[in-house]
T-cell receptor, first 110, second 112 residues
Framework: GESVGLHLPTLSVQEGDNSIINCAYSNSASDYFIWYKQESGKGPQFIID?????DKRQGQRVTVLLNKTVKHLSLQIAATQPGDSAVYFCAEKGDYKLSFGAGTTVTVRA | DVKVTQSSRYLVKRTGEKVFLECVQD?????MFWYRQDPGLGLRLIYF???????EKGDIPEGYSVSREKKERFSLILESASTNQTSMYLC???????????FGQGTRLTVV
């Protein structure tokens, strides 16, 4: 069954602001938690991952936070740009399996 | 560049037909996956494979089967297509132990 989910299906953000996308998970046994981005007409693309024994990981303009106490994952995008408009999925990896949540559609307002 | 190629972008089939969706990857990845994507439900895992001739059920395997006779090719089979299998189907591959999966562009299947 579904073990990864997102809090909100849509998010509207002003260009230049920071975006925060949230995800709740239920499977504490996962090794990694991952964020993917899907642009219109394309397959999802990997953004960043975080190992289950870490709390925070930073990439280029993105930060992923993992709170194991409340089983919560978030993706922060700094200075959101029009090219960030997409559907964002959180995912979890356990053994060979890669499971995704329902996705959040982010729309960037000019 | 890693390339995952799905044989068709759009497919229309009749109820009861046997449908084959083909996926080929060119990066010698061990893992391959089939998902379906439906509005509000995200990506749901149908089947995956971590080696040639190996297959594992995902979260929604009912009504589907798979075949992996060669490392680069992973086929999804709808034994008898039904209208509730109308969906976008996405294939992906990854290196064993890696979190980054590479996706194809998807096949939009309509069953009428």
């Amino acid at each position: 069954g579904e073990s990864v989910g997102l809090h909100l299906p849509t998010l509207s953000v002003q260009e230049g602001d920071n975006s925060i996308i949230n995800c709740a998970y239920s499977n504490s046994a996962s090794d990694y938690f991952i964020w993917y981005k899907q642009e219109s007409g394309k397959g999802p693309q990997f953004i960043i991952d975080i190992r289950s024994n870490m709390d925070k990981r930073q990439g280029q303009r993105v930060t992923v936070l993992l709170n194991k106490t409340v089983k919560h994952l978030s993706l922060q995008i700094a200075a959101t740009q029009p090219g960030d408009s997409a559907v964002y999925f959180c995912a979890e990896k356990g053994d060979y399996k890669l499971s995704f949540g329902a996705g959040t559609t982010v729309t960037v307002r000019a | 560049d890693v390339k995952v190629t799905q044989s068709s972008r759009y497919l229309v089939k009749r109820t009861g037909e046997k449908v084959f969706l083909e996926c080929v990857q060119d990066m010698d990845h061990e893992n391959m996956f089939w998902y379906r994507q439906d509005p509000g439900l995200g990506l749901r895992l149908i089947y995956f494979s971590y080696d040639v001739k190996m297959k594992e059920k995902g979260d929604i395997p009912e009504g589907y089967s798979v075949s992996r006779e060669k490392k680069e090719r992973f086929s999804l089979i709808l034994e008898s297509a039904s209208t509730n299998q109308t969906s976008m189907y996405l294939c992906a591959s990854s290196i064993q132990g890696n979190t980054e999966a590479f996706f194809g562009q998807g096949t939009r299947l309509t069953v009428v």
